[in-house]
């Protein structure tokens, strides 16, 4: 593939993966067909197209104590935010116990992790190809990932910062599962920082209306 293609190929997808994971959590996730689907051959499709590799997806050995240290200290820095937060709002120490189950953080990870794949194995790597500051293409993904939790009022400003955050890390050191495993750690604290009444179970799109 010439370079002008796969310019052309990574804005497709850097404008039409978002709309469709839009289109899905407002209104194609209500309907009785499986567009989940589509999502997977799209990223199918986007990685063979591109002829990407693991190493490049971030599934790779080679530098995760490198990726980790840096996901590690991301992780400390926002979650001792969101601690503070969580005090200044005087949330209980006590954490409901299927909370911090490991079925639900083994479920939640594994959702995490898809997240990662969409959002910088996919989204990350193809800005980067437009974008030539990794500051500001990490920044741009954050404001997709942000977007996609709208219109949650706790998850929108967070997860403008911690997209961001991540797909720069990810930029750096391209490794997914300590990326994962900081966004499934600090989802739990974010449940647990803001009042139910704000965050609605961390739900977004529709379901942030029902109580």
Not at 147 to 176: D, K, S, Y
């Amino acid at each position: 593939m010439s370079p002008r293609a796969e310019r052309v190929f990574a804005l497709i997808d850097v404008i039409g993966l978002p709309v469709f994971i839009l289109s899905f959590i407002w209104r194609l996730q209500f309907s009785p067909a499986n567009w989940w689907i589509v999502l997977v051959l799209w990223l199918a499709g986007s990685f063979a197209l591109h002829r990407d590799t693991p190493k490049t997806l971030g599934w790779r050995a080679d530098n995760l104590g490198c990726a980790s240290w840096n996901a590690a200290i991301a992780f400390a820095l926002m979650a001792a935010g969101l601690f503070l937060i969580g005090v200044a709002l005087r949330q209980p120490i006590y954490v409901p116990g299927y909370l911090i189950s490991y079925r639900r953080l083994g479920s939640y990870f594994a959702f995490c992790v898809m997240q990662q794949v969409a959002l910088n194995s996919l989204l990350m790597n193809r800005t980067e190809l437009l974008i030539s500051r990794r500051w500001l293409a990490a920044l741009f993904v954050g404001v997709i990932f942000a977007a996609c939790h709208w219109p949650n009022p706790v998850l929108v400003p967070l997860t403008l910062i911690g997209g961001a955050v991540m797909a720069w890390l990810f930029g750096r050191e391209r490794n997914i599962i300590p990326l994962a495993v900081i966004q499934a750690l600090l989802g739990t604290i974010v449940w647990w920082a803001f009042p139910l009444a704000w965050h609605h179970h961390l739900r977004v799109g529709p379901g942030y209306y029902v109580r």
